[in-house]
């Protein structure tokens, strides 16, 4: 059981730490014009403010996992929440628009894993 609950929380803080990496991304993108994840970032003002608005939602997702985490076999259904729909959003996002779909598929698997596990051990 203790093996699961490691498995478990790592999840949470693996999904936190890429949000922040994304967030981070984003906000850079609108400043300095620069993406890691893009090869064209645009200079328009729509493509700022829906990217600044997306930014702080992933911000938002990170403090959710981080607080999750805090009792992480109480709050699994965050883990389901993040897979789907999130994670599964943000893979075809990927898959359409840049090279790093590989990366939400394993985050996915991850998530749907971890959530198994969190009801395995609420039901035991």
């Not at 059981?1 to 850079?28: H, N, P, Q």
């Amino acid at each position: 059981m203790e093996k699961k609950i490691i498995f478990i929380r790592f999840t949470y803080w693996y999904g936190a730490f890429l949000d922040l990496l994304v967030f981070l991304d984003m906000i850079i993108s609108i400043i300095f014009e620069f993406s890691v994840t893009m090869t064209n970032v645009s200079t328009d003002v729509s493509y700022k403010y829906q990217t600044g608005t997306g930014a702080f939602l992933m911000l938002g997702w990170t403090i959710l996992l981080i607080w999750a985490d805090r009792n992480p076999i109480e709050r699994k259904d965050i883990l389901l929440l993040t897979a789907i729909p999130v994670v599964v959003g943000i893979m075809v996002i990927n898959i359409l628009y840049t090279y790093f779909w590989f990366l939400s598929v394993i985050t996915m698997i991850v998530f749907i894993i971890a959530y198994l596990l969190a009801r395995s051990v609420d039901m035991s």
